[in-house]
Nanobody, 111 residues
Framework: QVQLVESGGGLVQAGGSLRLSCAFS????????MGWYRQAPGKQRDMVAI???????TYADSVKGRFTASRDNAKNTMYLQMNSLKPEDTAVYYC?????WGRGTLVTVSE
C-alpha cells in the first residue's frame, strides 16, 4: 500500500518562504516519477514540479526560479522549497506519484 503524506503548509506573507515535505511509503522506488501539484479555490489541479530519475526536474512557468523540488530517497521524502511566495501561490499542494495522491497541505500567502 502506498502512502503519501504532505506537511509544512501554513500562512505566510508575500515574499516569504515555506518548505513542504512529502513522506512516502509503500512500493514507490527511486526510479518512480514523483511530483507536486496544486489546486487553488475554484480552479483545476495544476502541475507545479515533476521529478524524474532520468532527467531534469520540470517546473510550471509560474514557479520557475522561485520553487525547487528535491527528493531524498534515503529518507523516503520529497520536498518543495518555495521562495518569494506570491498571493497567487495560495492553494492546496498535493504530493503525487503515478496512480497515487496525498491528501494535500494548504498554503496561504497573504498580501
Amino acid at each position: 500500500q502506498v502512502q503519501l503524506v504532505e506537511s509544512g503548509g501554513g500562512l505566510v506573507q508575500a515574499g516569504g518562504s515555506l518548505r513542504l515535505s512529502c513522506a512516502f511509503s509503500g512500493i514507490i522506488t527511486s526510479s518512480d516519477v514523483m511530483g507536486w501539484y496544486r489546486q487553488a479555490p475554484g480552479k483545476q489541479r495544476d502541475m507545479v514540479a515533476i521529478i524524474t530519475p532520468y532527467g531534469p526536474t520540470t517546473y510550471a512557468d509560474s514557479v520557475k526560479g522561485r520553487f525547487t523540488a528535491s527528493r531524498d530517497n534515503a529518507k523516503n521524502t520529497m520536498y518543495l522549497q518555495m521562495n518569494s511566495l506570491k498571493p497567487e501561490d495560495t492553494a492546496v499542494y498535493y504530493c503525487y506519484s503515478p496512480g497515487y495522491w496525498g491528501r494535500g497541505t494548504l498554503v496561504t500567502v497573504s498580501e
